[in-house]
């Protein structure tokens, strides 16, 4: 079993920047991938970024090219999104996942558990 926890969302303005982290347990964090997802208001959860089991690898959905970075401290068991330049449409519940298969996966069922969610909400 593996559980997972989201910090980091808050109230923040259009333009400014937030950094979403996760923290895993109960299996070894190395070795697996691990993506963010997020869902808006009245609308389906959708993929963000995914990164590979060491780091060297990631992935990114068009929207959030360019403004957002996933990374991962393997030591800390922990992956982070680092959002910059944030708007009025990245407000939603960020979602942590956790895939066995290591890879820098991007479908929902890749994804073996998932958090419980944090959420951010963008202002004007």
């Known amino acids: 079993q593996v559980q997972l926890g989201e910090s980091g969302g808050r109230l923040v303005q259009a333009g400014g920047s937030l950094r979403l982290s996760c923290i895993t347990s109960g299996r070894t964090f190395s070795g697996y991938g691990m993506g963010w997802f997020r869902q808006a208001p009245g609308k389906e959860r959708e993929f963000v970024a995914s990164?590979?089991?060491?780091?060297?690898?990631?992935y990114y959905a068009d929207s959030v090219k360019g403004r957002f970075t996933i990374s991962r401290d393997n030591a800390k068991n922990t992956v982070y999104l680092q959002m910059n330049s944030l708007n009025l449409e990245d407000t939603a519940v960020y979602y942590c996942a956790f895939g066995f298969g290591g890879r820098t996966y991007y479908q929902q069922y890749q994804f073996d558990y998932w958090g419980q969610g944090t959420q951010v909400t963008v202002s004007s």
């Open positions: 990164i590979n089991w060491n780091g060297d690898s990631t």
